[in-house]
């Protein structure tokens, strides 16, 4: 599967934006996606992640209460919505997938990455 991320930008704090992750392929439905982000001169942590129906989901707890990831699988789209941004949410967001049931919570579960996305929080 390829991944594509989109939706970045530049936003004040408190403000709120919607990253998307469009899918190729004709087997979404069968992958676990994870958002990750990357912040300058820090490793890649996980950010959240779906299960393949979207029925079960998991967050960091930096962001728990704040953002939410959902999925649409007839759209092969994965999104992340970003609420009350802090200006420490600045980083690249990176999408993945796994092929199976897992639903992994760290980078090196995933063998699918897509481009990251900017997202810049100003104070």
């Known amino acids: 599967v390829q991944l594509q991320a989109s939706g970045g930008g530049l936003v004040q704090a408190g403000g709120s934006l919607r990253l998307s992750c469009a899918a190729s392929?004709?087997?979404?439905?069968?992958?676990?996606i994870g958002w990750f982000r990357q912040a300058p001169g820090k490793e890649r942590e996980f950010v959240a992640s779906i299960n393949r129906s979207g029925s079960t989901t998991s967050y960091a707890d930096s962001v728990k209460g704040r953002f939410t990831i959902s999925r649409d699988n007839a759209k092969n789209t994965v999104y992340l919505q970003m609420n009350t941004l802090k200006p420490e949410d600045t980083a690249v967001y990176y999408c993945?997938?796994?092929?199976?049931?897992?639903?992994?919570?760290?980078?090196?579960?995933?063998?699918?990455w897509g481009q990251g996305t900017l997202v810049t929080v100003s104070s």
């Open positions: 993945a997938a796994r092929g199976s049931i897992v639903v992994p919570t760290t980078a090196q579960g995933y063998d699918n």
């Open positions: 392929g004709r087997t979404f439905s069968s992958y676990a």
